[in-house]
């Protein structure tokens, strides 16, 4: 089935400094979108990009789209402890009305 | 405004037993999913419901897990026996229906179930 799948599974990075996050599906798509979970919560949606966007921005969040690599990257820049969660790319098929479908998600872990 | 609420927060539950989460979604949501959260197997939906219908079940691992919703403000989900390997985080998640297919999801905190 349609799913997103993230790299890295996790990343550790001191605060600070950047942290960039992958995404890839293997079919067409009517969005992309990022969803930001704290350990032991829900997801909370970050941003979305339309296929025929190329690159979105969301305060400290900047996201790209390839349609032609299916592929899509989550940038965070200037990174906080209070970042520190799991992110998920989710996708929803270009035929759309149809629900997300999620990756297993990156583990992000910001150090004071 | 309230967002998704679930409960119960946590369940432990011996095996053979019959559990009920249950989910009240945002006021004014047409949309209703049921998910899963492993380690292994990460975000799985399990059946979603427009309009308090379900539309599609095929994630529902077996006959023993059924989801109801009677009124716009509220669903179960029953898992009937229960296994150990039912043992995940479980989320309910709604959104409106002016989002369509592109809209965001509001996700409940989850139940996390462990069945010994």
């Known amino acids: 089935s349609q799913q997103g799948e993230e790299d890295p599974q996790a990343l550790s990075i001191q605060e600070g400094e950047n942290a960039t996050m992958n995404c890839s599906y293997k079919?067409?798509?009517?969005?992309l979108q990022w969803y930001r979970q704290n350990s032991g919560r829900g997801l909370v949606h970050l941003i979305l990009?339309?296929?025929?966007?190329r690159e979105k921005h969301s305060g400290r969040l900047r996201v790209t789209l390839d349609t032609s690599k299916k592929s899509s990257s989550l940038l965070i820049t200037a990174s906080r402890a209070a970042d520190t969660a799991s992110y998920f790319c989710?996708?929803?098929?270009?035929?759309?009305?149809?629900?997300?479908?999620f990756g297993k998600g990156t583990r992000l872990s910001v150090i004071a | 405004d309230a967002g998704v609420i679930q409960s119960p927060r946590h369940e432990v539950t011996e095996m053979g037993q019959e559990v009920t989460l249950r989910c009240k979604p945002i006021?004014?949501?047409?949309?209703l999913f049921w998910y899963r959260q492993t380690m292994m197997r990460g975000l799985e939906l399990l059946i979603y419901?427009?309009?308090?219908?379900?539309?599609?079940d095929s994630g529902m691992p077996e006959d023993r897990f059924s989801a109801k919703m009677p009124n716009a403000s509220f669903s179960t989900l029953k898992i009937q026996p229960s296994e150990p390997r039912d043992s995940a985080v479980y989320f309910c998640?709604?959104?409106?229906?002016?989002?369509?297919?592109?809209?965001?999801?509001?996700f409940g905190e989850g139940s996390r179930l462990t069945v010994l």
């Open positions: 079919t067409s798509i009517n969005n």
């Open positions: 006021s004014g949501h047409d949309y």
């Open positions: 998640a709604s959104r409106p229906l002016a989002g369509g297919d592109t809209g965001e999801l509001f």
């Open positions: 990009i339309r296929s025929n966007e």
């Open positions: 989710a996708t929803v098929l270009v035929s759309g009305n149809t629900p997300l479908v």
């Open positions: 419901f427009n309009n308090n219908v379900p539309i599609d």
